[in-house]
């Protein structure tokens, strides 16, 4: 069964820093692109940052651009967050996401979430 899971979430002082790891494993052949989401506490879900698979592609959201840092390691097809001089709004649940893989069965599968992992930035 291919799936995402996220590691690496925790409470941080304000000004402080966390990484964050998400790991795609099952019988995967191909990934188009792997994303972090995050939602906030009664807030909605936004895109935090992206990276494509093959070609190194990178978004940022305007809020995290200069503190955050999306990386992969395609051996271990695994995406990183490295999160700086966190603030008290970026606590939140974060969530990886990819929207398309194809399994070595061809089969392929869209809209693929982890289950989450919480991020406190609290003194």
């Known amino acids: 069964q291919v799936q995402v899971v996220e590691s690496g979430g925790g409470l941080v002082q304000p000004g402080g820093s966390l990484s964050l790891s998400c790991a795609a494993s099952?019988?995967?052949?191909?990934?188009?692109?792997m994303d972090w989401y995050r939602q906030p506490p009664g807030k909605q879900r936004e895109l935090v940052a992206s990276?494509?698979?093959?070609?190194?592609?990178?978004y940022y959201a305007d809020s995290v651009r200069g503190r955050f840092t999306i990386s992969r390691d395609n051996a271990k097809r695994t995406v990183y967050l490295q999160m700086n001089s966190l603030k008290p709004e970026d606590t939140a649940v974060y969530y990886c996401?990819?929207?398309?893989?194809?399994?070595?069965?061809?089969?392929?599968?869209?809209?693929?979430w982890g289950q989450g992992t919480q991020v406190t930035v609290s003194s």
């Open positions: 996401h990819t929207d398309w893989v194809r399994d070595t069965a061809g089969q392929e599968i869209y809209n693929l």
């Open positions: 990276i494509n698979w093959g070609g190194g592609t990178i």
């Open positions: 099952g019988n995967i052949a191909s990934i188009a692109r």
